[in-house]
Nanobody, 125 residues
Framework: QVQLVESGGGLVQAGDSLGLSCLASGRTLDINTMGWFRQAPGKEREFVGCIAWSGVYTYYADSVKGRFTISRDNAKNTVYLQMNNVKSEDTAVYYC??????????????????WGQGTQVAVSS
């Protein structure tokens, strides 16, 4: 199994920067892609971005392109979500997820087998 733990959430002001971390443990060799998703109260879970576990490929949702950056530190089994110039609409619980398959689209949450517990990000306007 793969276990994921997010950290780094908190309360920030619009325009600030915030970094989130996701520590992976267990059978990390099974991971193909790490994704970041977010879910605001009463809203559906939304794709934020993803990164190949052992490669360099990244992909971002249009809503965060140019503001958010995903990176990886393989030695620490950790992926990061750097959030710059945050907006009030970025307020949500942020989840990291591990994808072990290569079929279908990495944008689909249903293709991710393992999820963290989430970390709250609140942006005040």
């Amino acid at each position: 199994q793969v276990q994921l733990v997010e950290s780094g959430g908190g309360l920030v002001q619009a325009g600030d920067s915030l970094g989130l971390s996701c520590l992976a443990s267990g059978r990390t060799l099974d991971i193909n892609t790490m994704g970041w998703f977010r879910q605001a109260p009463g809203k559906e879970r939304e794709f934020v971005g993803c990164i190949a576990w052992s490669g360099v490929y990244t992909y971002y949702a249009d809503s965060v392109k140019g503001r958010f950056t995903i990176s990886r530190d393989n030695a620490k089994n950790t992926v990061y979500l750097q959030m710059n110039n945050v907006k009030s609409e970025d307020t949500a619980v942020y989840y990291c997820a591990a994808r072990t398959v290569t079929y279908s689209s990495a944008l689909n949450a249903a293709t991710y087998a393992h999820w963290g517990q989430g970390t709250q990000v609140a942006v005040s306007s």
